[in-house]
């Protein structure tokens, strides 16, 4: 799961560690036939991130900057 990781390492450093806290720990990020999803603590359904892995790279950039619409 070499992607997986790529795209979690991606997450931590577009939130940063303070930033990102148990949300990034507790966060599932799987592939199915849709692509890349990314489960965040606390939200009932899944952010659909793409289906590679510059692609989930990108959506994650896009959601960290809207901080992930909490803000």
Known sequence: MEDQQKIR????????EEGCGLVCEDADI????EGWKLFL????EPWKLGNSVSE????IKELAQARFGLS
């Open 9 to 16: 390492d991606y997450l931590l450093d577009a939130i940063g």
């Open 30 to 33: 799987i592939k199915d036939d």
């Open 41 to 44: 603590c606390g939200f009932m």
């Open 56 to 59: 989930a790279k990108d959506t």
